[in-house]
Each structure stands twice: as structure tokens, then as C-alpha cells.
């Protein structure tokens, strides 16, 4: 509702007399879908997710068989030893937690490299954007594939193509002609991100979800 408001507030404010403001729209996904190195970046961070998933898993499941093993055993332990075993399985545990915070977390290294590889285009994406704003005098520019809904759209404002043609000496884009657009669909507009999850300990914990695309 939040949304829908916004859109028809700035509906009315461009249609208001005196406030005749140019003003165009992109669609960031369409623009990435169309940038090979975009795509390589996606393939290597999910390559890279995958083996710190992989990675944790087998430490999990090193620490699975340490408790089964204690359970076998416990029964015939002193209870220095068992309290011993207890704390070494505990250790073991928060260890792995720790270091999937380290690969998954907010500043972990999987987010790390995926600043490192996708935030560079995202840069040369806005700037192209802004040059292409300014130059045409735009005083707003939307972006559809993001969190705004937008109810309807004319294609003839759609400057995504130029935003591709501005940055593809730098980026390699696909050709114009070979870039296939989808009919826009309002119900499905911010709700393209996909994600991975990392893998769940013993207890069922995890840290959250692992973001694939960027879309900013």
C-alpha cells in the first residue's frame, strides 16, 4: 500500500501544472542480463558460495559424529570425562559457527567478494545513468526492476538500451539487437532477487539467507 501510494503521489506531481518535468526509466535487471562480465561475477560468487556451503557442511557433520559417539559412550564415562567431551564438542560447534558467520555474515567474505567483483559495474551502470540524466535533462529516472511498484509503463521512455550503449566500450554489453526485453509485469516488479542459503548446523541454526543478485 506503502508503494502504491508513492507511485500514484508522484503520478500527480508530474501532471501537476508548472511541474513538467522530463523524466525516463530503466531496468537494472535487463541492463545486467546484458552484461557478460555481470554474469561471470554471479558465476563465480555462486561457485564461491558453494564451496563454503560444502565446506561447512562437512564440519557440521565432523561435529554430528563427535556427539554420536559421545552418546554411545557417555554412559560409561566418569563425569570429568564426559563433562570434558561435552566441552570439546561445544567448542567444536562454536568454531563452525564462527567461521560460517565469516563466510556468510554481512561483512563475511562471500560479501566481500561480491563487492569486489559486481559493485564496480553497479558503479559504471549509475554513472551512465546519471551522464544520460543530465545530458536529456531527466529529473527523475525509475528503476522498475527495484522495490517501487510501478503500475504501468511506456516503452518509449525506457533508456535502458542507452545506459547499456553508454557503458559497453567499457563492459562489453551484448549487442543491441540481440537483447531480448520481458513484458513488463507489475506483479512481479522487486520481487526478482534470488538467494542461497547457507548450510544449517546440528541445532538447526543458521545465520540467514546469502543474496545472489545486486540490484541497486
Known sequence: MKNLMLTLLLGSILMVPGFAQKYAYVDTEYILDNIPEYKDAQIQLDDLAAEYQQEIEEKFGEIDKMYKNFQAEAVLMPDDVKKKKEEEIQAKEKEVKDLQKQRF??????????????????????????????????????????????????????????????????????????????????????????????????GGNSPGPVKGKDRK
Open 105 to 202: 555474515g554481512p561483512d563475511g567474505d562471500l560479501f566481500l567478494k561480491r563487492e569486489e567483483l559486481v559493485k564496480p559495474i553497479q558503479e559504471k551502470i549509475y554513472n551512465a545513468i546519471e551522464e544520460i540524466a543530465m545530458d536529456d535533462n531527466y529529473a527523475f529516472v525509475f528503476d522498475r526492476a527495484g522495490s517501487l511498484t510501478i503500475l504501468y509503463v511506456n516503452a518509449r521512455f525506457d533508456i535502458s538500451d542507452d545506459v547499456l550503449d553508454k557503458v559497453g566500450a567499457e563492459l562489453g554489453t551484448v549487442r543491441r539487437e540481440d537483447r531480448v526485453k520481458k513484458e513488463y509485469n507489475p506483479a512481479q516488479s522487486g520481487n526478482s532477487n534470488k538467494g542461497t542459503a547457507p548450510p544449517r548446523g546440528p
